[in-house]
């Protein structure tokens, strides 16, 4: 498993940092950037990556944090220069400190980076960094010299170590370092190529969308100067390397000045920035004043852009924007839910409380790690205190129902919960919440409600790997074993397992009991996953599993 880890680090170095051996200028009318591999093709390229890592459990699935996430990238990438352009942001579990964008708009973002930034504007500032790689067509054009050199990085390093990695013989681990090494002198002569051009052009467009999005211009500078810091207090052996992030986006001193100079041309230049802001009469482009001096600017809250594609239209539902809360309480869901253990998770909470390091937010993080470990009647009150500070806050009042609930009050949970939904029915997290707690129950009024909870989301949730698992179970508790079936094969198909996905759908359509719409769903999603399946045999990887039977 360490040697995948490895692969899969090297494969994301190379897709991070190839981009950098590129010029600086946008491509002519004559380039074959956009020719190489079409939008299409960039998108499968994307979700593959991303269900190979979902299928090696490397991709942290929660719903608050997925909100957060995907609502600060939203806001991003509607700010960007490219606004049409599809985004999907995912958070890593892994604790170095690492980011990555790479075909169809997928960009990575490690728990580790959110751990080591002080706000939710230092984040962003890498967010708008990775952003830029992508809408500058940075990470295309080094996919198409990729290609020139024979070597199909996003899929078939992939294969070689999946392949590698399931083999019985004792040599597996031999034959995966084999698969690297193929791969590991491109890599290394990309970083003897490595040029700052693209860098630097990802940073001035990345400040830019930062200015625009309304986020402080300085989170740049600040960021870089943590990943700085970083970088010279972790030497010594491999266990304390540089980050990730620095050996693909190297920082020095000279890069945070450029970074700083930017923030203060654009204070200088009239006190504005170019920003654009849509509404649903009417769509323009108008000067915005930068507040207090210090590079802020608003975006009005749930502001609608015609111009983007639904996946990218910023929700108002949840606490707003740019809130500082909500932020830590993100931060501190990530610490929770990226610890080895939910011991361990504790621990390092009661290290940092006797160091005197110990705000609200991470007392949220202690309450939650109380309700993982099981210990349902304490996290209540933790959670009760705080909302005592922050009245109304969704992210405690669904912290305090799951603890009811855990701790036998069911009754007070479900009304916290029923009172959620009235003020924001088809709110993702409350729903999936809700619905796991119910799916506990084990009944059949239990499972019913909550597909009535979930039913409706079912349309935007297609490719939600974490809603298809819970729908699938909350199905197969309401006596629903259809839908239970189709919601268990997407699940398999989203997490890496397509070949999986395509037997069980096969199974499922031998029912006797199927009515003609649900046989006409199924034959769809036999049609549309048995491509994929077919592509990656083409490749050479099988199931694992299916392969043992």
């Not at 490219?82 to 999907?88: A, K, L, V």
């Not at 892994?94 to 990575?108: E, K, M, P, Q």
């Not at 078939?156 to 013989?169: E, P």
């Not at 305090?400 to 029915?425: I, K, T, V, Y």
């Amino acid at each position: 498993m360490r040697t995948f880890l490895f692969a899969i680090a090297l494969c994301l170095a190379v897709a991070g940092s190839h981009a950098a051996a590129q010029d600086d200028r946008l491509p002519d009318i004559g380039s074959s950037a956009g020719t190489v591999l079409s939008p299409s093709q960039q998108s499968e390229y994307g979700q593959m990556l991303l269900a190979q890592l979902r299928h090696y459990d490397m991709v942290l699935e929660d719903p608050l944090v997925d909100q957060w996430l995907r609502t600060t990238g939203s806001r991003l990438a509607a700010s960007s220069d490219q606004p049409r352009q599809s985004f999907t942001f995912f958070m890593m579990k892994d604790r170095s400190i690492n980011a990555f964008a790479t075909l169809g708009g997928y960009i990575g973002l490690n728990v580790g980076l959110v751990l080591t930034a002080e706000t939710e504007d230092e984040v962003a500032a890498v967010l708008s960094h990775e952003i830029a790689h992508v809408t500058q067509n940075h990470v295309l054009r080094g996919a198409e010299r990729a290609q020139r050199d024979s070597i199909p990085i996003l899929l078939a390093m992939l294969g070689a170590i999946a392949v590698a990695s399931s083999s019985d013989s004792n040599s597996s681990g031999n034959a995966a370092m084999a698969a690297i090494a193929s791969a590991q002198g491109l890599a290394i002569q990309r970083q003897i190529d490595y040029t700052r051009s693209n860098e630097s052009e990802a940073d001035r467009l990345g400040m830019r969308t930062l200015a625009r999005s309304g986020f402080d211009i300085d989170g740049m500078a600040d960021m870089f100067e943590r990943m700085q810091a970083a970088s010279r207090t972790n030497q010594g052996g491999e266990r304390e390397r540089a980050p990730d992030y620095l050996r693909t986006h190297p920082v020095t001193t000279t890069r945070i000045s450029e970074a700083r100079q930017r923030a203060e041309q654009l204070r200088r230049s009239g006190g504005s920035v170019l920003a654009t802001t849509s509404t649903p009469e009417a769509s323009h482009t108008e000067r915005v004043a930068v507040a207090g001096g210090v590079g802020v600017v608003r975006a009005p809250p749930g502001a609608f852009n015609p111009l983007l594609p639904g996946s990218l239209q910023v929700s108002a539902a949840g606490l707003g924007y740019g809130d500082s809360t909500e932020f830590g309480w993100a931060r501190e869901r990530m610490r929770v839910l990226s610890a080895n253990t939910i011991g361990d998770a504790i621990r390092e909470y009661e290290r940092m409380r006797r160091a005197g390091d110990f705000d609200d937010a991470k007392r949220y993080g202690l309450a939650l790690a109380r309700l993982r470990a099981g210990e349902g009647a304490a996290a209540a009150s933790q959670f009760a205190a705080l909302l005592q500070d922050y009245p109304d806050d969704t992210w405690l009042i669904l912290g305090l129902a799951e603890a009811q609930a855990r701790s036998g009050h069911h009754a007070e949970a479900d009304a916290r919960f029923e009172a959620l939904l009235r003020r924001m029915p088809e709110h993702r997290a409350i729903a999936l919440t809700y619905a796991g707690v119910l799916a506990e129950r084990n009944t059949p009024e239990a499972g019913r409600r909550a597909q009535e909870l979930l039913r409706p989301l079912l349309r935007s949730a297609a490719d939600d790997p974490l809603f298809q698992r819970t729908f699938a179970r909350i199905s197969e508790i309401a006596g629903d074993p259809v839908r239970a079936g189709e919601a268990y094969a997407e699940a398999a198909f989203l997490s890496g397992r397509a070949e999986q996905a395509l037997v069980q759908l096969n199974t499922l359509k031998k029912r006797d009991d199927l009515d003609y719409y649900a046989r006409a769903r199924i034959d769809a999603r036999i049609a549309a996953i048995t491509p994929t399946v077919l592509e990656l045999r083409r490749q050479g990887i099988r199931d694992e599993d299916l392969r043992r039977r």
